[in-house]
Every structure is written in structure tokens, then in C-alpha cells.
């Protein structure tokens, strides 16, 4: 009897890709529900923008500090989505008793990691889109047409960037217990270090350093950048360093997955919720 070659045995690239960007959003992402997804996109960015409005409108801040503010968390809601909730796939692998069975699958991890970002990637477009609606049209935030199609560009760059910072933290939360409080812990490091709410440079030394490391960073500044109005060297040298900062996340997640994977084993966190 004839023995098929393994390689015939692994599924091609493209369906890999195809049905983990089909079909993980409405297993492991778990966010196909349309009141989570109309939630994130159109309610947390007006909500989160408002708190902080208020709370420099209470610390005497004039127009340019609340239009400053309401940019920052715009773009800052881009984590709910891109890294909060890719963050969980592995605690829903955990929890479906699936993981170990993606461990031993065949399938590119290339394409399998790609696929699961797809969908937070348009989502994410989404949420930052309708924040800087939201900020235009309640805060004081001045988008000429003229800046968009640099907006936009910015605004996918960052959505590709933070998509694969979130799966380079679902991979350490492999040999966690939960990554909810991983996903916790950069989204408010994201708000404090990042430019969101004040000027990195109000940040002591050794801080913005560790701001300089997130992807959101670089993303808000090219954002901020193109919204100046800003052209030429300077926005391309930003865009450059958030495709680095999205190239490095989602090809550290790949090439790292074989070390959490062992990390897990050696805990026996691989199947514990």
C-alpha cells in the first residue's frame, strides 16, 4: 500500500490562511457577535475619549489639551481589539480543549497566525476610524481631506502593527494561567507610555524608553503626524518604524511559538485554563 508523503498531508497556504481568518473569529477570537463588534467599534472609543476629556477639562486644560487627549485615546482604542481580544485566543484554545491539537497540526503557523489577524486587523480600522469621527466632530480634532489618505495609511499601519503585538502576547500567555491580565497590563501600559494622554517626552527618561518599545507608540505619533499635516522624510521614517514594529511582532510571535511551547509543557500550563 502506498503511503502518502507528509507534505501531501498538510493543507496548502492559502486554505490555511482563508479558514483560520473564517473560522477563528467565530471560535477562539469569540468576537463574531454583532453586539460585541458594534460595541468596540462605534461605543468604547466615544466613552473612553469622554472619561479623559473630562478628566483634563478638571485639570483647567484648554481646547488644544482636550483635542491632544481625544487623538491619543482614539487611537489607543485600536488594543481592545487588536490585542485584548487576540491576546484571549489562547485562553479559548485552552478552554475548548483545542490547543494541543493545533500543536500538532501540520498547518503553516505562518499562515495560521496570519489568518487569525485578519479579521482584528478590519475591526481594528474600524474602531480607530470611527474614533477619529468621534474626534472631529465632538473634541476639537482638525482632519483636513487633504491629510486623510496619510491618516489612512497611518491608521493601517498601526492596525497590522498592534494585530501582531497581540499575537506575540498570545504566545507568551501560552504557559500562563490566563492572559487576561497579560492583555490588562499593556493596555494601560499603552495608555501611560505611549503619548496617549500627554507628550512622551513628560515621561522620565527610562520610561520613554520602555514607550519607545510598543508599537502603539510609534503608531500614534505617525497618526498624530499625518493629522499635522505633516509630508515627506519625516511621516515615511514613522510609517517605516510601524511596519518594523508590526514586521518584528508578528515575526516574533512565529519564530518564538517553539519556546512558549516548551515553556508550557515544562509547567503543564499547555492544558490548563
Not at 469569540?30 to 478638571?58: H, K, S
Not at 481589539?81 to 489562547?90: K, R
Not at 497566525?113 to 482584528?120: A, D, F, M, T, V
Request: with cysteine; glycine share 10%.
Amino acid at each position: 500500500m502506498a503511503v502518502a508523503h507528509p507534505s501531501a498531508l498538510r493543507p496548502s497556504f492559502l486554505r490555511t490562511l482563508w479558514a483560520n481568518a473564517v473560522m477563528a473569529p467565530k471560535t477562539t477570537l469569540g468576537f463574531m457577535r454583532i453586539d460585541f463588534v458594534l460595541g468596540t467599534i462605534f461605543i468604547i472609543p466615544l466613552t473612553q475619549m469622554v472619561f479623559f476629556a473630562f478628566v483634563v477639562r478638571l485639570e483647567a486644560g484648554g481646547a488644544a489639551e482636550v483635542a491632544f487627549t481625544a487623538l491619543g485615546n482614539a487611537v489607543a482604542t485600536v488594543t481592545y481589539s487588536s490585542v485584548f481580544s487576540v491576546c484571549q485566543t489562547t485562553d479559548s484554545e485552552k478552554q475548548q480543549g483545542t490547543m494541543e491539537h493545533l500543536l500538532v497540526s501540520p498547518a503553516n503557523r505562518f499562515a495560521l497566525y496570519l489568518g487569525r489577524g485578519l479579521i482584528p486587523i478590519l475591526i481594528s480600522l474600524a474602531t480607530v476610524s470611527v474614533g477619529l469621527l468621534y474626534a472631529s466632530t465632538f473634541f476639537g480634532v482638525h482632519i483636513d481631506p487633504s491629510t486623510i489618505p496619510a491618516v489612512a495609511v497611518s491608521v493601517v499601519l498601526t492596525a497590522f502593527a498592534m494585530v501582531g503585538f497581540g499575537l506575540l502576547l498570545g504566545g507568551v500567555a501560552l504557559y500562563l494561567r490566563t492572559s487576561i491580565i497579560l492583555g490588562n497590563i499593556f493596555l494601560f501600559c499603552g495608555l501611560l507610555l505611549s503619548g496617549v494622554n500627554f507628550p512622551l517626552s513628560a515621561l522620565p527618561l527610562p520610561l520613554q524608553y520602555v514607550g519607545d518599545a510598543l508599537p502603539l507608540t510609534w503608531g500614534l505619533a505617525a497618526i498624530r503626524a499625518a493629522v499635522a499635516g505633516t509630508t515627506g522624510g519625516p511621516l515615511e521614517l514613522l510609517w517605516g518604524a510601524v511596519a518594523l514594529a508590526g514586521a518584528i511582532s508578528f515575526g516574533a510571535s512565529i519564530s518564538l511559538w517553539a519556546v512558549f511551547e516548551r515553556r508550557a509543557l515544562a509547567t503543564g500550563s499547555i492544558a490548563r485554563f
